[in-house]
């Protein structure tokens, strides 16, 4: 597979002696294949108790860029994980426990640079962390819900990460792995008040916030998501029936400015940094009707 500079020659010569390039395209071969398994170990110490252990491989195959820098490799990643689940308080609780660790070689970093996308590989990484989700119903109607974790991920070993900007080479070793927030959590809170011949109408509130995050390995402030929290309410009604249902929502209440990805534009435009946000404040209902 022919790298950008010698693509580059090789058109030129092509171009003088009056052929195309597309006639004869560079040709990237190549095969990846392994293995891979896993094994876990449960036990139930009671009825409302499950704890597990696990050990599993995993595999990505490496692939081809031809109008950037030819291959990169596969990734290969051993992860660790221990964990529980319980059922508590006669039932009205429902509480999981898990910790993870993920240990990363030659792990993928896609990036988009202008209008191309380009992969390439970080020698080490690795993601250790733990996460709980809860369930419970502390009176008839009243369901609560979530879910908080804490996450340690960063690049162990990548001396030679290219700025998308002007793919100069920076070590991003230490860096955070992009989208990965240190803390994130979610709690939904319903009530389910019983109008009887009426049907029934639920509240629904929902709060959802993350820590900061980068879209690129660089980590550079201006490739940043601070930290933000999103507050989302509903207003569900169900006929006696559940042949009818109204839903009323404001999502994004706050009218927070959340950016879902920062990318490099085209070098042609000056290698300009282009954001895209999620959602403003949205407000709207919707009408369901099953038969």
Not at 139 to 158: H, K, S
Request: with cysteine.
């Amino acid at each position: 597979c022919l790298p950008l500079d010698k693509q580059t020659a090789l058109g030129q010569q092509l171009s003088s002696e009056g052929k195309l390039l597309s006639e004869f395209p560079p040709r990237c071969t190549d095969d990846w294949r392994r293995w891979t398994g896993g094994l876990a170990l449960e036990w139930r110490p009671s009825d409302g108790q499950l704890l597990y252990a696990q050990v599993d491989s995993g595999y990505k195959a490496g692939g081809f860029i031809v109008a950037d820098s030819g291959e990169f490799d596969p990734e290969t990643v051993v992860a660790y994980t221990l964990g529980s689940k319980s059922l508590l308080l006669d039932g009205r609780l429902t509480l999981n426990l898990e910790a993870f660790y993920y240990d990363y070689e030659n792990y993928q970093v896609v990036e988009i640079d202008g209008l191309s996308i380009r992969t390439e590989n970080a020698p080490e990484a690795r993601v250790f962390g733990i996460e709980a989700e809860f369930d419970t119903e502390p009176v008839p109607g009243l369901r609560i819900n979530g879910q908080v974790g804490y996450l340690n991920a960063e690049y162990t070993d990548y001396e030679e990460c290219r700025d998308a900007k002007d793919l100069s080479v920076q070590d991003c070793t230490g860096n955070q792995l992009s989208r990965s927030p240190r803390f994130s959590g979610n709690v939904i809170v319903t009530y389910d008040f019983d109008l009887k011949k009426l049907g029934r109408l639920t509240p629904f509130v929902q709060i959802y916030a993350s820590d900061e995050i980068f879209f690129r390995p660089t980590n550079e402030s201006a490739d940043a998501q601070e930290a933000y929290y999103l507050l989302t309410f509903r207003l569900g009604w169900e006929s006696l029936h559940q042949r009818l249902g109204l839903d009323v929502f404001i999502d994004n209440a706050l009218d927070k400015d959340v950016a879902t990805t920062k990318i490099v534009g085209s070098s042609l435009l000056g290698s300009p940094l282009v954001d895209a946000y999620d959602r403003p404040r949205t407000v709207g209902a919707r009408v369901s009707m099953s038969w």
